[in-house]
């Protein structure tokens, strides 16, 4: 499979502008509580967020939500895709599949083997996985966007559905994120931040020159 890449955590019209305009493949809009890249549902409302994103793939992430938060924030970017980053159940997943109709990205934070065992109980309701560092009590509760990498190498027996890579990948080792791994799709975040949950817009293009130059 071709592979695509994913920026993740974007909130600001003028990011998601350039992503638009190189040709990122999806958007993660963060509306997890624990997260220094958060936007409520009315900010992405109210600024229109949607307008500037074209045919890019809008991913509306979330942690544990409530059905009626998934529905407005959804609505507020008018989502394609839902990422499910917290500890939802196969049957929590199985349910916001049908009642929202829109493919489920399910996360798992890595660690080592027996956490991919947890993940193919997901195998038959999850559209794609995306697979990121494992957080730890360090890390305050937030799941992704941690600025760290896993090791890649636990990927090596994964035989299930295709995966987003996520964790600590930027412009030094997206080259082994993408040699070194079956992943089909790439994702950063804070590997285009100077600022922690700020994107910058000219290291957005430099990962992406580097990307298109390695698929």
Same mark, same amino acid.
């Given at each position: 499979?071709?592979?695509?890449?994913?920026?993740?955590?974007?909130?600001?019209?003028?990011?998601?502008?350039?992503?638009?305009?190189?040709?990122?493949?999806?958007?993660?809009?963060? /509306? &997890?509580?624990? $997260?220094?890249?958060?936007?409520?549902?009315?900010?992405?409302?109210?600024?229109?967020? $949607?307008?500037?994103?074209?045919?890019?793939?809008?991913? !509306?992430?979330?942690?544990?939500?409530?059905? #009626?938060?998934?529905?407005?924030?959804?609505?507020?970017?008018?989502?394609?895709?839902?990422?499910?980053?917290?500890?939802? $159940?196969?049957?929590?997943?199985?349910?916001?599949?049908?009642? /929202?109709?829109?493919?489920?990205?399910?996360? *798992?934070?890595?660690?080592? =083997?027996?956490?991919?065992?947890? !993940?193919?109980?997901?195998?038959?309701?999850?559209? *794609?996985?995306? /697979?990121?560092?494992? =957080?730890?009590?360090?890390?305050?509760?937030?799941?992704?966007?941690?600025?760290? +990498? *896993?090791?890649w190498a636990i990927l090596n027996s994964w035989k299930?559905?295709? *995966?987003?890579? +996520?964790?600590?990948?930027?412009?030094?080792?997206?080259? #082994?994120?993408?040699?070194?791994?079956? &992943? #089909?799709?790439?994702?950063?975040?804070?590997?285009?931040?100077?600022?922690?949950?700020?994107?910058?817009?000219?290291?957005?293009?430099?990962?992406?020159?580097?990307?298109? &130059?390695?698929?």
């Amino acid at each position: 499979m071709i592979k695509k890449i994913k920026i993740c955590g974007v909130k600001d019209p003028k990011d998601i502008s350039v992503c638009n305009e190189l040709g990122i493949d999806f958007l993660g809009f963060n /509306f &997890a509580d624990v $997260s220094p890249r958060k936007i409520k549902p009315s900010y992405a409302k109210r600024n229109n967020l $949607s307008s500037y994103c074209g045919k890019v793939e809008r991913v !509306a992430v979330f942690v544990d939500p409530t059905d #009626s938060y998934i529905d407005e924030s959804i609505k507020s970017i008018n989502a394609t895709y839902i990422q499910l980053h917290g500890n939802e $159940s196969t049957k929590r997943c199985f349910d916001i599949k049908n009642l /929202f109709n829109l493919p489920i990205i399910k996360a *798992f934070g890595v660690n080592n =083997a027996k956490d991919l065992d947890n !993940a193919v109980l997901y195998e038959d309701i999850v559209d *794609f996985y995306l /697979f990121d560092t494992k =957080a730890t009590n360090k890390d305050k509760g937030q799941k992704g966007g941690l600025n760290k +990498a *896993f090791d890649w190498a636990i990927l090596n027996s994964w035989k299930g559905k295709d *995966f987003f890579l +996520a964790g600590g990948i930027n412009i030094n080792n997206i080259q #082994s994120a993408i040699n070194d791994t079956n &992943a #089909s799709f790439i994702d950063i975040s804070s590997g285009v931040e100077k600022v922690l949950g700020v994107k910058d817009s000219y290291m957005i293009k430099e990962l992406y020159k580097e990307f298109k &130059a390695l698929v």
